[in-house]
């Protein structure tokens, strides 16, 4: 569930960049909204458990708040699990936040559920669930539907061999919207430069600084976390904000909140 590597990093040219994003150590000061401003994040919260393995969903809770984000990709998610104290962690999130869960278990897990989830400020149009391959344990995908965007979320395979297995039908998914810009977020456990991130730029547009790094959250030095949009939807509709750089207590709490440091991306509808 959680990939470490030593592999160097390799910087990802990004011919055709739609959002200039501020994530990682960006941000947390809040998004600059305006009626059409939205602010995507994404953030791989290890079921709340921190970086001095404390389990503490208010410090990822404080994290999202002062993010102000329109809709979160949340990752690592126990549902009633033993492991969690049989908590419904996304359930507890959304009520910490003031925002609407929607859960996509991946696997069965420790007398409950293990996934993926989404939290959003306004209800969705529509949701829908896939699962993904992962050899050495079974993913899945969620897409929630939106008036103007619909936003998906995903912890990708450990290995290359699943994400691979994954793609055609994450792309699939976009295809199901065909008229509204489809974003993907998540952990995809692979770096810049990869065959993976190699093969995914053909088909979506990477909106994170992969100059960025990710994890470990205390001291990250691996990019693995995104948040991309796909080729085929019309995006021109957006256009790119930048956010202020985050205050010293919020850099304080994210080195500690998760072992991953959270994303974020803001866009602007021109409409």
């Known amino acids: ?19 200039v994003a501020l994530c990682s150590v960006l941000a947390l000061s809040g998004c600059r909204k305006g009626d059409s401003t939205y602010c995507f994040v994404s953030y791989n919260v290890r079921n709340g458990i921190g970086m001095d393995n404390r389990s503490e969903l208010q410090r ?39 925002m609407i869960p929607l859960y996509a278990p991946a696997i069965r897990f420790d007398g409950g559920k293990y996934g993926v989830g989404i939290l959003c400020r ?3 149009l529509s949701v829908r669930r896939t699962p993904l391959p992962g050899p050495e344990e079974q993913r899945t995908l969620i897409a929630a ?27 699939d998914m976009a295809k199901h919207f065909p008229k509204k810009p489809f974003f993907l977020a998540g952990d995809f456990n692979a770096e810049p430069g990869e065959p993976f991130m ?6 979506f547009d990477i909106l994170t600084d992969t100059t960025r790094r990710t994890y470990p959250a205390d001291n990250p030095d691996i990019t693995i976390d995104y948040i ?23 850099r304080e ?3 500690v909140a998760s072992d991953h440091r959270p994303v974020v991306v803001t866009l602007k509808n021109k409409r």
């Open 253 to 255: 709490l994210i080195s």
């Open 122 to 124: 306004k209800a969705p």
């Open 1 to 19: 569930m959680i990939r470490k590597s030593n592999l160097s990093h390799v910087r990802l040219t990004n011919a055709f960049v739609i959002v």
């Open 198 to 203: 190699e093969e995914l730029s053909k088909t």
């Open 145 to 171: 539907e939106f008036d103007d965007y619909v936003f998906a979320c995903t912890h990708l395979s450990l290995r290359e061999e699943g994400r691979m297995q994954s793609l055609p039908l994450i792309a």
């Open 60 to 98: 990822v809770a404080d994290v999202l708040n002062q993010c102000k984000a329109d809709v979160v990709a949340l990752q690592e998610i126990d549902s009633m699990t033993v492991r969690s104290g049989n908590r419904d962690v996304l359930g507890e999130l959304a009520s910490l936040t003031g």
């Open 228 to 250: 991309v949009s796909y080729k085929g939807a019309d995006v021109s509709r957006f256009k790119a904000t930048q956010e202020s750089f985050l205050e010293e207590t919020s």
